[in-house]
Structure formats: C-alpha cells, structure tokens
Nanobody, 122 residues
Framework: EVQLVESGGGLVQAGGTLRLSCAASGFTFDDYAIGWFRQAPGKEREGVACISSVDSTYYADSVKGRFTISSDNDMNTVFLQINSLKPEDTAVYYC????????????????WGKGTLVTVSS
C-alpha cells in the first residue's frame, strides 16, 4: 500500500523558513514523480514544486527562488525547503506521488498524503 506522510508544517513569522518532509512507502523509490501542492483557505489547490526520477525539478513561478525541492532516495523522502516565507504561503501543503518513470510535466499523481499546515504570520 502506497503511503505518503507529510511533516514539518507549523506557525512561523514572515521571513522565516520551514522544511517540509514527505515520507513515502509502498513503492520502489527508483522511478517516481513526486510533487508538492498547496491549498489556501478559499482557494484552489495549486502545484508548487515537483521532482522526478526522469527529469529535473519544476517550480511554480510564484515560488521560484524561495522553494527548493529535493529527495533522499535512501530515506524514501522528498523535502520542500521554504525560505523567506510570506503570509500568502499560508496553506495546507500536500505531497502527491506518481510511482512511475515519468516527468513532472506528464505526471498525474495517483497517491496523496493528508497534508501539513503551514501558517505564516505577518
């Protein structure tokens, strides 16, 4: 059974940093595309970053330069480093996986975690 468990969210002041983790299990961490998505209150869910075993990383324009996605294949974990946090980054952050050798652009995630809440105070 594929499981994704996010952690690392919390309350942080604007300008601060957070490192979110997505621990994956139930599939071989060799071929995958894993993305981070967020959903703010009253807004649609948006993709913010993705990493795949096939190609390089992807970032939404709104987070380029502040968010960094990385993976530790030994730990079966994908990380999202968030710097210079802004109040508009407040959202529930989800990771989602497509356990296949596929690019981020072509990926349609099959599995989702339950999310971790990030709250940024001004």
């Amino acid at each position: 059974e594929v499981q994704l468990v996010e952690s690392g969210g919390g309350l942080v002041q604007a300008g601060g940093t957070l490192r979110l983790s997505c621990a994956a299990s139930g599939f071989t961490f060799d071929d995958y595309a894993i993305g981070w998505f967020r959903q703010a209150p009253g807004k649609e869910r948006e993709g913010v970053a993705c990493i795949s075993s096939v190609d390089s990383t992807y970032y939404a324009d709104s987070v380029k330069g502040r968010f960094t996605i990385s993976s530790d294949n030994d730990m079966n974990t994908v990380f999202l480093q968030i710097n210079s946090l802004k109040p508009e980054d407040t959202a529930v952050y989800y990771c989602a996986a497509d356990p296949a050798p596929i690019s981020c652009r072509d990926s349609i995630p099959d599995y989702w975690g339950k999310g971790t809440l990030v709250t940024v105070s001004s």
